[in-house]
């Protein structure tokens, strides 16, 4: 179509139609044609949601990949404890174990955390850690693996009421992950989960290549993932 006649159907001004136009082109929902004047075209729906999803996963497909490596190569444990150079792993048969762990460690934190979860499940002790760090002026990010829903809208608004930041990326068996600082990180895997013996493995390191890996893969998923508008909820 011609600017003049998108401008009639939009109702925005001609002075401004330009603008808006070049901006989505850049963003690969309008095609432009050479001619005078020129003319635009809306690109069809599927293909401009591929143009702005090949984006993310570019950003995204080499970070992911070593995080899925690491994953794989931790293998089930023979003991329930072990600790290599810079990395400690034991197993956990209890959740709660895991997140008591991961309290420990936002009460050393100082400047900023991520926290990549699925479920926000929560214990007292890291409740307590939660609210401390928010009260020491900690930049607070939790990152969610799954959309909203009735089984996990009040756990949301708790972290959202008591001052943290949420976003949304959607991704499927996605580990728990909770970076501090970018000086330490924490993984909490799943194991057998569809077996009697479920349990879980969390690994905790502050080596610092693993570390600064992870903090780089939590950067790039915050800057991708979408903002949460928990108004467009109900339980």
Not at 58 to 84: G, M, N, Q, Y
Not at 147 to 162: A, P, S, T
Not at 180 to 201: H, T
Request: net charge positive; with cysteine.
């Amino acid at each position: 179509s011609k600017v003049g006649k998108i401008s009639k159907a939009s109702k925005v001004p001609q002075s401004k139609i330009y603008g808006v136009l070049e901006e989505l082109v850049q963003k690969q929902l309008v095609e432009v044609f050479d001619g005078r004047p020129k003319e635009f075209k809306a690109v069809l729906p599927k293909l401009a949601f591929k143009n702005l999803l090949q984006k993310k996963e570019e950003d995204l497909k080499i970070l992911k990949s070593r995080i899925d490596f690491i994953t794989k190569a931790l293998k089930p444990l023979e003991r329930d404890e072990d600790f290599f150079e810079g990395i400690w792993v034991q197993k956990n048969e209890k959740n709660w174990e895991v997140l008591n762990r991961f309290s420990e460690m936002l009460n050393n934190c100082e400047k900023y955390a991520f926290d990549i979860t699925r479920d926000f499940s929560l214990t007292q002790p890291l409740k307590e850690s939660i609210r401390k760090c928010v009260r020491n002026g900690v930049k607070m990010m939790s990152i969610s693996t799954i959309k909203f829903d009735k089984e996990n809208f009040y756990r949301v608004k708790w972290f959202y009421d008591n001052g943290l930041k949420i976003k949304v990326f959607e991704t499927e068996n996605h580990p728990r992950v909770l970076i501090i600082d970018g000086k330490e990180a924490a993984i909490r895997l799943e194991n057998n989960f569809s077996k009697k013996n479920f349990y879980f493995q969390f690994v905790w390191s502050r080596n610092k290549s693993l570390v600064k890996l992870f903090d780089n893969y939590a950067k790039t998923l915050w800057k991708v993932a979408k903002p949460l508008n928990l108004s467009r909820f109900s339980p």
